[in-house]
């Protein structure tokens, strides 16, 4: 079965690649959860989140993000000391801000699902990438959206980590088209 070379041979990087990579995400809650693991992921391997996710689960009280805009300084810290998500203080604070904002976007869209999915007029971009070197790491819409989301008081959501937020909920499909995965999503 040929997929997307870098998941490689990880278990867990392969049933992420196989069942939830590029597929296209429309609940509020799924979108909150890979915008807090895609800007944990700055500056580390996406395995590396991958791997804590269940962690982040379990801190983050299952992604609520109503929950998460509530956070204090007392519960920064003892983030701060739970091993099972990356312990860096701005990523937190940014998680918890970004929450706050989260519930601003729905309010003003009545979901974050029609916000995201309206910059693409809710058609997935697909792509025709034949080897992953072509894939870029970021885009004019990552661009524009990132730009948005900051006007908006979102942080740690530059262009990158967007595109490949945008890669990981379907709004972007970039399975090469050698991929099983190519033609599913």
Known sequence: MNRCPWCGEDELYVRYHDEEWGAPVHDDKKHFEFLILE?????????????????????????????VAEYDDNKVNELLQNSGIIRNKRKIESSINNAKQFIKVQEEFGSFDNYIWSFVENKTIVNAWEDISQAPAKTELSDKISKDLKARGF?????????????????????????FRYKEV
């Not at 996710?53 to 993000?65: L, S, V």
């Not at 530059?158 to 379907?170: D, E, H, M, R």
């Open 39 to 67: 800007s944990a992921q700055a500056g580390l391997s996406w395995i590396t989140v991958l791997r804590k996710r269940e962690g982040y689960r379990k801190a983050y009280d299952d992604f609520d993000h109503i929950k």
């Open 155 to 179: 942080k740690f959501l530059g262009s990158t980590i967007i595109y490949a937020y945008l890669q990981a909920v379907g709004i972007i499909n970039d399975h090469l088209t050698s991929c």
